[in-house]
Structures are given as structure tokens and as C-alpha cells.
């Protein structure tokens, strides 16, 4: 026989099919087939259209494209007789879906089909419509198939259920129809259609209301006995599957009873004692009567409550998390998840079973027991939880290593009970996994650090210790570079050190160390180049003796390709080389940042739990804060601040040149409040540094004076104050950016006593709220210089905090001013607060003094703002 | 509901696939792809779940073949896993010692023991007994 004719049988063609070595020969074969096949369906031949057909399936299961074949199912599934019948039917579904518009030309053959009373065509059409068919067909046919639910032959009327389940999904409004024919199948004694009427009820339920309370009232007690009757049914070899009678029959009707008491108190009580029995019955070493448990306590989760019920349920799924087979554990994990939300006590109990799962080596075993880890997470157990994920991230997998991170930073951030813990912990997870840890979680971390002054020391001595084991982890070495060059000199003083720590001998070239290797460290990337020139620059000043050093790091970096770095390494290379006064001041203390406004521009932030050891939050000047990722990551960080000190420069600050943003806020006991916002921007006039700042942070926490920044309102001559006495040098005054000559400091000379003439003292301003008095005292043999003693009195019956004095006077005239003796203003004249002034004058005997000046203060709660000009100076001065 | 039945072998050469949701034929490529790939390199070790888009996927492997079915997130796997095995067996016993060539060349016989077993992708008779002897009527009618 040809084999290639029309004539071939099916067996052969894909026997010859088979025998091809290569894809084209197949093609080659294929081709020949349909080409032959296309010849017997346009000669219309009756004959051989079953056999054709096959091939044609055989051929469309290969790959290939079948459509010409259509129309032969139509026409088969047209014939007379069950073998036509059969095939056509069969290539119908194969070949066809519901979006074809050729399957409505079927409807009216299954039409004449599902009326006919041979039980096996009717069962082929409903085949076929309770697999494909669409909308249209469904309410077409629907009387058809309704009626058929009452058929003779048990197999007609299973298949006619599972077609209704087709019908009203597709048409739900039909469901209606269908609620009494599918009431009566609940009464069926054939499995098969027991089975079949259980799922139809299941879906109408899901779709109609109607249904669902006709159902709950009607039908549950007869369920309840039908469950009842199976589970203790004795031996049936049928339908016995590894010891249990029909095992999918007890889940579709425990599945019926969860859409049937979901809701509903009633029903739920009902169904409970069957519930409990099956729970505790049901054998559990094969797969099948694990389904049934399986079943059943989603059954139980999701009914009204039945407090012991809901206990064995979550027992049940305990026993399943110790069961070796991964499946059950898997389940038992998704379960679990779910009934944390109803009662997370019960499943507390199981914690540590499911902190072993999260080190399963099944991938999605360990991502479903680490959720749950997480929604297990309350302030009682976050510490040992934590110390297990911490340590299993040390083994875990690369790619789980992403997950684990992102989950313990979260859980650390949100219920960590203290700081020092908190830092602990981010510690250990940036060494472990820094390389995962996403941006917002590091920055997290240097805020908590700036908020928590008593663990500067101790947290830089960790870091440092971190580093030289784990300088691979990229974080971790920025983290690390920005505490070094921070709180260097906490780093080699060993100060501010606690109980639990060991002394350790880092020097100055050590730490430096650090800095280097990692700028040099050609994985190292832009962000943390950038920061160790930073972190350079602060040391630079931190530790004189290293300058040279730190200086030839930085030239290193002259030449870099990268514009950011470049750019840096110059501007710093200069302040190192050519205006050291000003350095300190520049690198000195970062202020705290402010964790709440830092934390709500997080997009999703995690709410700062962690809170501040301080008192509140400092204040923001003008609301010019800029957040932590700014602060770290843009050029120069110019605090003016140490953390405690509220010792201040001048707020002004190098605006233009370095392009910053002030952080200006400080915080100190008593919250001063920093005027320095007030920058001209066009005045590159600089605040004074205080301390050095190499002098330790408790050196710092000197008295709470305010500092003012005078405004230079004129030019040039901002006179910036000089901090607490202990400070031996002072900054420079004023001076232009580029013109940092700088003026020689000016020493703060305690008040002279009064030599020389006396001058009678002035009220300098006075208005409803305020009255300023100077006394004037001249220092012996200096003419040009004029003490003034001013004293701040409060006329207004509020207290004033967060006073501010400020002073400007003209070109002529040179101003320096001392901290005021205090903030706080009391009411109506019970107090007072003293500042002193010193006025150079260079015109002394041609210009006597003039000058303006600016008082702001709190009263109410409200900011109060008051200026004046000061003209009535003795003459002479 | 069961959304596809898929069987494939070691290479990836569907057996047999059924769907009981509407899909282009591409589509349908594309998903037998995905699914072979999928299990045929997971450990057995592991489960025998994977998530596969919004749905999930259970599978078995027996011998050469890979038994896939496609189920709502909401099913219940364990009882998916049994009725794959109680398929199996069905198989067996129609063909006596099924092996994948009695499914290649009989590929239209085993769609007509499919459509007995499941229907509007749900299970349609639990009892290997009934269905066999259901095959053997059809066969009669032949």
C-alpha cells in the first residue's frame, strides 16, 4: 500500500512519522499527509473522513496548523452512526474552543444529539458542551441539559451535572433553574453522581444567594449523614483508595460544607461534630487521607467559630509541619498563613518547626515558612527570631540571601526593643549580606546612629571590627567609612566605651587604613568613593597628624574619570591645603537627623519605631532639613553642629560653591534654635567653627548656650560667635569664600574690667514684649574696642524660649558676640539674659557705632520675630 | 476547576493535552513550553506544587512522562495529586502495562478515557471499575 495515499492507516502514518531522523523529514511527511487529506475533504469522501480525522488530531497534537479540519467534525458529528459520532466529537474538542465562531453551527446537532435516547450520543454531546461550549450554545441548550439531570442512566446524569457547572458559570443568571434538579442529585446513591452533584451545588452556591440559603436550609442535615455514612463505611473495593472509601468524594462534600457554613452560625454548628470526627478518624500515613485532612481544616478555618475546633485544626497542621514529606509541609505552610489571621497564639506554639522550615533546602518551602516567620514577629520573640535568621543567612543560598535580608531588616526595624540591639543586628546582617541590603535600610541605620549618641563609640569600634573581616560586602564598608569618618577620634580614643566592650587599639593610620583600601578597591562604586573622600576630609581634621597623608589619598582621586569624584577630590584637596581655618567648622559633627521626617519621605516607610534616646526631636529652623539619603550622599556634609552641642558657627554656609543643602537642625537639651537659616546666599560669609572637633562629643556637652549667628545684613561682616569658653580657638570671623584670609581670630577675651571712660548704658530697644539694655565698657589702651554688656528683659507675661539675638553693624564697624547667658526668658521681668558684644570700631572718633539687630523667640508656641536699629550709641564709642 | 491536563516526556513532546479554558494555539505552545520547563528540572525531592502564573501546577513524574495538571490557587493539591495517580492507573489497566508508545499510537483512545474520568474540568467518576467498564461499552459500540 502506498503510504502516502488517503488510504493510510493511522498506525502507519505515525509510524512513518516517527521514523523521521530529522525535523524537515517530518515536515516533509506531515505535508504529504495534509496535502492528501485536503484532497479527501474537498471529493466530500464519506469513507475514510474517521480515519482522516485521526490523522488530522495526530497531526495537530505535533504542532501543526489544522484548520481546514473543522468543518469534517461538523460533519462527522452530522452522521448517523456512534463511530462518526465519536471521532467527530473528538476532533470537535481538540481542534476548537468557545471563541470560535464555527462551534455555533454545532449547536443544533448536539442539539438532535442530547434528545436522542441512545444514553452513549447523549453522553458524547454532553461531553463535548460541558468542555467547550460558549455562552450562546450554553443558553441554548440549557432546558436540554436540565432535563437530562433526571435521566435514567446514572452516566447521562453525572455528565449532565458536570455540564450545568459549565452552563452557569458561563450564564450565571441560569443558575436558578438549576437549584431543585441539583438538590435531588444530594439524594443519589450512585458515587459517581453523588460526586457530581456535590460539585454542582458547590459552584451554584458560589454563584446564586438564592441557592445558597436553600441549600443551608434544606440540605445540610442529609450531607451531614452522607458524610457521616462514608466515613464509616465499611470496605468498598471500588472505590477504596489506599484504605479510605472514595476519598474525593469526603473532600468535594467537606468542600460543599465550607461554602455552606462560611457565614453562617448555623450551619457552621451543624456541621462541627462530623468536622471533629473526621478530623480526629482519618488515618494519616497515606497521601489520600491527608487530602482529607488537608480538607478539612481549611474547612474548619474558614467556618464560624468553634474555638476547639479551630485548636484541633491548628494541631493538625502542626503535625503536618513535622511530617517528612515536603508536600504536607508545603500545605501545612500555605494553611498556616491563613489561620495566623484567626487565632496567632495556637500558631505561635509551632514557631520553631516553622523556623526550621525556613532552612529547608525546597525553595518554595522556605519562601512560604519565611512569610509566615515574619507575620509570626511580636516584641516578645523578635530577639530570638531574629538571632535564628541572622544566623541561618550566613548558610542560606544566594538567591534566598535577597529575600532574608529584605526580611530581617524589616523585622529588626519595626520591633527592635533598643538601639544598641538594633545596631548589633544591622551589623551582623551588613556582613553577612550587605550586598543585599536595599539603600533605604542603611540609611535607616546611620539616622538611628546619629540619634543615639552614647553608641557612637561603641558602634564605630563595631563597625570598625566588622569591616576588617567583611570589607568584601560593599554596605557594610559604606556604613562603616561614613562612622570612621564621623566619630574617628571616638574610633582610636577608645572613649565612650560600655561595659560589654573590650578595648581595642586602632591608631589613626589604622583607621585611615580603612578609608583607603576601600577607595581603592576597584569593586567599590561611585556612592562609596564619594563617601570615603568625605569620610577623608572629616578625618583630615579629626587627626591632624595624618593630613599629609589623607591629602596625597585624595590627590589620588584628582585624576579620576568620574566627574563626581573629581570634583571632590579638588574642592577638598584645597580646603586641606589652603583654608585650614575654616576646616574644622566644615567637617565638624553632623546634627542628628530627624528620623520622623527622614522616615515619612520614605515611600512606604517602615514607621521609625526606633526611638530617639533623646528628648525630642529638634526642631527644624525653617523646615530646611534635608533627608538622611541627601545628607549622605550629595557633597560636603556641612554641619554646623555637634549632636549635643548646641554650640553653633554661624549658620551661614558655603552655599553656592558646594551646592548644599543646610542641615541645619541641632539638637540639644535645650533646643536651640538655629538662626542659621538665614543665609544670604549671596553672602559666602562663614560661621565661625566652634570647638574643634576633634575635641570628644562629651566635651561637647557643654552648657546649653545659644549661639547665635549674627545676620550679616552688610556685607562682609557677619560676626559669627565664638562657642563656650572652653573653646581655645576660636574660628576665624568673617570672610569671603575665596578670599579666606580670614582675619586673625579674634581671641575671646573675657570682659575687661571697665577702664578707661565709663559710658552711660542705653535702652538699645525696646518695644511692648522686650527691652534690651547695653552697658558700655572699653578695654584698657583700646580705644577702638567697646565692650557691651546686653541685657534681655521680658516685659510680656509669656515665658520666651529659643531666644535669639543677632546683631549686624556696617563695614566700618567690626562685631564679635559672645553666647548669651542663656535661651529661656522668663515672664515679665523675672529674669534676664546677658550677652556680650565687642565693637571694633575703625573709624573710632570719626563714626560713632550703629547697629541693627534681630531678636527672634517662642512665646505660645508661636515664633516671634522682632527688629530694630540701634542710634542712639554714645558718642565717642 | 482544572484548568489544563498536559503530558509530556523528558524532551518536552506533548502526549497529550487537554484544556478546559479557552486559549489560542500559540498560546497553548507557549504554556506547554513553560510547564515542561518548569518541572522536568525540579529535585524530586521537592514538592510536587509549583507556582505557574496565577495558577498553580501539580505534577508527577512516571518513568519518562510528566503528568501535569493546572488548578486554581484555591484547590486543593493533595487531592489533585491523587486523582493524577488514580489516572495513571486507569491507564495501566486499559492498556495492561501502559508505556508511552500505547499512548502515542492510541493517542485517541486515551482522550475518550480522559473525557470519562474528567468533564467541565472537574472529576466525573472516581471508581476505576466503573470507568473501565465504561471503555469496554463504547468499545462495543464501535
Known amino acids: 500500500m502506498n503510504p502516502f495515499s488517503s488510504g493510510t492507516r493511522l498506525r502507519d502514518m505515525i509510524r512513518a512519522i516517527r521514523a523521521c531522523k530529522t525535523a524537515a523529514e517530518e515536515r516533509a511527511v506531515v505535508r504529504k499527509e495534509c496535502a492528501s487529506i485536503r484532497a479527501a475533504i474537498s471529493e466530500d469522501d464519506p469513507d475514510y473522513r474517521h480515519r482522516n480525522l485521526a490523522k488530522l488530531m495526530f497531526i495537530h497534537m505535533l504542532g501543526y496548523p489544522t484548520h481546514f479540519g473543522q468543518m469534517e467534525c461538523l460533519k462527522l458529528i452530522a452522521s448517523p452512526g456512534f463511530p462518526e459520532k465519536r471521532i467527530g466529537y473528538l476532533g470537535l474538542m481538540l481542534l476548537l474552543d468557545e471563541r470560535q465562531e464555527v462551534l455555533m453551527l454545532v449547536t443544533n446537532s448536539i442539539k438532535q444529539d442530547l434528545n436522542q435516547t441512545n444514553q452513549y450520543i447523549v453522553g458524547l454531546a454532553l461531553c463535548a458542551l460541558g468542555n467547550i461550549c460558549s455562552a450562546e450554545m450554553a443558553r441554548d441548550l440549557a432546558p436540554e441539559v436540565e432535563r437530562l439531570l433526571q435521566f435514567r442512566d446514572p452516566n447521562v446524569r453525572k455528565k449532565a451535572a458536570l455540564c450545568t457547572i459549565r452552563i452557569i458559570k458561563k450564564v450565571p443568571d441560569l443558575a436558578e433553574n438549576f437549584i431543585n434538579p441539583a438538590a435531588a442529585l444530594l439524594k443519589e446513591k450512585h458515587h459517581g453522581v453523588l460526586l457530581t452533584g456535590v460539585q454542582l451545588c ?67 454548628d451543624t456541621m462541627s461534630d462530623i468536622l471533629a470526627q473526621v478530623a480526629t478518624k482519618t488515618e494519616t500515613n497515606k497521601n489520600a487521607g491527608n487530602a482529607i485532612l488537608y480538607e478539612c481544616v481549611a474547612t474548619i478555618l474558614s467556618i464560624e467559630d468553634n474555638g476547639g475546633l479551630r485548636v484541633l485544626a491548628v494541631n493538625i497542621l502542626g503535625r503536618f509541619l513535622s511530617s517528612r514529606d515536603n508536600n504536607i509541609r508545603y500545605v501545612a505552610l500555605n494553611m498556616l498563613m491563613k489561620a495566623i489571621a484567626l487565632d496567632s497564639q495556637a500558631v505561635q506554639r509551632h514557631r520553631a518547626t516553622i523556623l526550621e522550615c525556613v532552612k529547608d533546602p525546597d525553595a518554595s518551602i522556605r519562601k512560604r515558612a519565611l512569610e509566615l516567620v515574619y507575620l509570626l514577629v511580636n516584641e516578645s520573640n523578635v530577639k530570638p527570631l531574629t538571632k535564628e535568621l541572622v544566623d541561618y543567612l550566613e548558610v542560606s543560598e544566594a538567591e534566598f540571601k535577597g529575600d532574608l535580608t529584605a526580611k530581617i531588616c524589616s523585622i529588626v526595624e519595626k520591633f527592635s526593643p533598643e538601639k544598641i540591639w538594633y545596631i548589633d543586628q544591622m551589623v551582623k546582617v551588613l556582613t553577612q549580606a550587605g550586598n543585599y541590603v536595599k539603600d533605604e535600610v542603611w540609611h535607616a541605620l546611620i539616622i538611628v546612629i546619629t540619634n543615639a549618641p552614647n553608641l557612637h563609640g561603641y558602634t564605630v569600634r563595631a563597625l570598625y571590627k566588622a569591616v576588617q573581616t567583611a570589607g568584601g560586602q560593599e554596605t557594610l564598608v559604606r556604613v562603616a567609612v561614613w562612622c570612621i569618618g564621623e566619630y574617628g577620634e571616638m574610633l582610636v580614643g577608645n572613649s565612650g566605651m560600655l561595659d560589654v566592650e573590650e578595648r581595642i587599639n586602632v591608631t589613626e593610620a589604622d583607621a585611615v587604613d580603612v578609608i583607603e583600601t576601600a577607595i581603592r578597591c576597584h569593586s567599590s562604586d561611585l556612592t562609596t568613593r564619594a563617601m570615603c573622600l568625605i569620610a577623608l576630609l ?57 528620623e520622623a521626617t527622614y522616615s515619612g519621605r520614605r515611600a512606604g516607610s517602615v514607621p521609625a519605631a526606633v526611638s530617639t534616646s533623646q528628648g525630642a526631636l529638634p526642631k527644624i529652623p525653617n523646615g530646611v532639613v534635608k533627608p538622611a539619603s541627601a545628607a549622605l550622599v550629595d557633597l560636603l556634609d556641612l554641619s554646623s553642629d555637634a549632636d549635643q552641642a548646641p554650640s553653633s558657627s554661624g549658620g551661614d554656609y558655603l552655599q553656592d560653591l558646594l551646592g548644599v543643602d543646610l542641615a541645619p537642625a541641632s539638637q540639644g537639651t535645650n533646643q536651640t534654635d538655629k538662626r542659621g537659616a538665614d543665609v544670604l546666599l549671596d ?193 565717642g564709642l | 476547576m482544572i484548568r489544563f491536563i498536559i503530558l509530556q516526556n523528558r524532551q518536552g513532546k506533548t502526549r497529550l493535552a487537554k484544556y478546559y479554558i479557552p486559549l489560542e494555539e500559540s498560546e497553548k505552545h507557549k504554556v506547554e513550553y513553560e510547564v515542561h520547563r518548569l518541572v522536568v528540572n525540579r529535585d524530586p525531592k521537592f514538592t510536587n506544587f509549583v507556582e505557574f502564573r496565577n495558577h498553580k501546577v501539580i505534577y508527577r513524574r512516571y518513568a519518562g512522562l510528566f503528568f501535569s495538571l493546572c488548578v486554581d490557587i484555591t484547590d486543593n493539591e493533595l487531592a489533585y495529586l491523587e486523582s493524577i495517580h488514580l489516572f495513571v492507573e486507569i491507564l495501566d489497566h486499559f492498556f495492561s502495562n501502559v508505556c508511552e508508545l500505547d499512548l502515542v499510537f492510541n493517542f485517541h483512545k486515551v482522550y475518550l478515557i480522559l473525557d470519562e474520568f474528567i468533564l467541565a474540568g472537574e472529576l466525573q467518576e472516581t471508581s476505576k471499575k466503573a470507568i473501565i467498564e465504561r471503555m469496554g461499552e463504547l468499545e462495543k459500540q464501535e
Do not use: W
Open chain 1, 538 to 594: 572629616k578625618l583630615s581634621s579629626r587627626y591632624p597628624s595624618c593630613t599629609k597623608r589623607i591629602n596625597d589619598i585624595i590627590l589620588q582621586q584628582k585624576g579620576s574619570l568620574v566627574l563626581e569624584l573629581q570634583q571632590r577630590a579638588i574642592e577638598f584637596n584645597s580646603i586641606i591645603e589652603r583654608h585650614e581655618k575654616i576646616r574644622s567648622a566644615l567637617v565638624e559633627r553632623m546634627p542628628v537627623l530627624d
Open chain 1, 202 to 268: 458547590t459552584e451554584i452556591c458560589k454563584v446564586s444567594t438564592e441557592a445558597l440559603e436553600y441549600l443551608r436550609k434544606k440540605c445540610i442535615t442529609g450531607l451531614v449523614k452522607v458524610l457521616r455514612d462514608l466515613t464509616n463505611s465499611p470496605y468498598a473495593p471500588e472505590y477504596d483508595i489506599s484504605g479510605i472509601t472514595d476519598p474525593f468524594l469526603h473532600i468535594r462534600l467537606l468542600k460543599l460544607f465550607h461554602v455552606l457554613g462560611h457565614g453562617d452560625a448555623d450551619a457552621s
Open chain 1, 683 to 875: 553672602l559666602l560669609s562663614i560661621g565661625a567653627p566652634p570647638a574643634q572637633s576633634s575635641s570628644s562629643m562629651l566635651d561637647m556637652l557643654s552648657s546649653g548656650q545659644d549661639n547665635k549667628s549674627a545676620v550679616g545684613m552688610l556685607d562682609n561682616l557677619a560676626s559669627p560667635s565664638a562657642p563656650s569658653a572652653q573653646a581655645s580657638s576660636p574660628g576665624a570671623s568673617s570672610s569671603m569664600m575665596d578670599l579666606l584670609d580670614g582675619f586673625g581670630p579674634s581671641p575671646s577675651v573675657p570682659v575687661a574690667e571697665t577702664n578707661g571712660p565709663t559710658y552711660p548704658s542705653i535702652v538699645a530697644f525696646e518695644s511692648n514684649s522686650l527691652k534690651i539694655t547695653y552697658k558700655f565698657s572699653k578695654e584698657p589702651g583700646n580705644p577702638q574696642t567697646t565692650i557691651i554688656e546686653a541685657q534681655f528683659v521680658n516685659k510680656s507675661p509669656d515665658i520666651y524660649s529659643n531666644f535669639v539675638f543677632q546683631a549686624a553693624v556696617p563695614k566700618f564697624l567690626q562685631l564679635h558676640m559672645d553666647p548669651a547667658s542663656g535661651n529661656i526668658l522668663p515672664e515679665s521681668g523675672n529674669g534676664s539674659i546677658t550677652q556680650k558684644l565687642r565693637v571694633s570700631n575703625s573709624q573710632h572718633g570719626k563714626k560713632s557705632l550703629v547697629m541693627r539687630m534681630r531678636i527672634s523667640y517662642k512665646a505660645n508656641d508661636k515664633d516671634v520675630l522682632e527688629e530694630g536699629q540701634v542710634n542712639n550709641f554714645p558718642r
